[in-house]
C-alpha cells in the first residue's frame, strides 16, 4: 500500500519570529525554514509502517516556493521514497491545500495519507479534515498509534 504524507515547511520552531515593519505579517527574511514538527512525526510513522512491511512506498508531497525542495530532501533523508513539489509562491488556504491534495490523491492513488496534527505556522488543524470531506474518506484526528491492516 503507498502512503502519502504532504508536508509543510515552516519557520524552524527554535527561531523567534519577527513581524514585518507595516505589520502584515511574519518577516521571513534571512529565516531559517525547516519542516513542520508535526510533519516530521507523519513521515516517521509512514517510514515505520513501510518498516513493518504494511506500505509499500512512501511518497512526501509539499506545496510552496522552490525552496520547499529542502523540506522534501528531509522527507527522503528520513526514509520517505519519493516527493514531490506543487511550486506555487501564494500563500495558500486551508481549504485550497485541501483540493490540492485532492488532485495529487486523484492522480497518486494511496491507500491511506498520514498528515501531522496541525501546522504551527497557523494552527489551523484544518486541511487533515477537509481533505478527508474532499474525498470522502474516513479519518482519524490525533491519533497516537496507527495499526495498518
Known amino acids: 500500500m503507498k ?9 524552524d520552531y527554535n527561531v523567534k519570529v519577527r513581524v514585518k515593519a507595516d505589520q502584515t505579517g511574519v518577516d521571513l527574511a534571512n529565516v531559517k525554514m525547516a519542516m513542520n514538527p508535526f510533519c516530521e512525526i507523519a513521515v516517521e510513522e509512514a517510514v515505520r509502517q513501510k518498516e513493518k512491511g504494511a506500505a509499500t512506498e512512501v511518497v512526501a508531497v509539499s506545496i510552496g516556493p522552490a525552496q520547499a525542495q529542502e523540506t522534501l530532501r528531509t522527507a527522503l533523508a528520513m526514509g520517505a521514497d519519493r516527493a514531490i513539489l506543487i511550486q506555487t509562491d501564494q500563500d495558500l488556504e486551508p481549504l485550497a491545500v485541501a483540493k ?13 495519507v498520514i498528515m501531522g496534527k496541525q501546522a504551527i505556522d497557523g494552527d489551523n488543524n484544518a486541511t487533515g479534515q477537509m481533505l478527508s470531506a474532499l474525498l470522502d474518506w474516513p479519518q482519524a484526528a490525533f491519533a497516537s498509534e496507527i495499526v495498518l491492516s
Open 3 to 11: 502512503v502519502l504524507v504532504p508536508v509543510k515547511r515552516v519557520i
Open 100 to 112: 490540492v491534495l485532492a488532485a495529487v490523491v486523484a492522480e497518486e492513488a494511496p491507500g491511506v
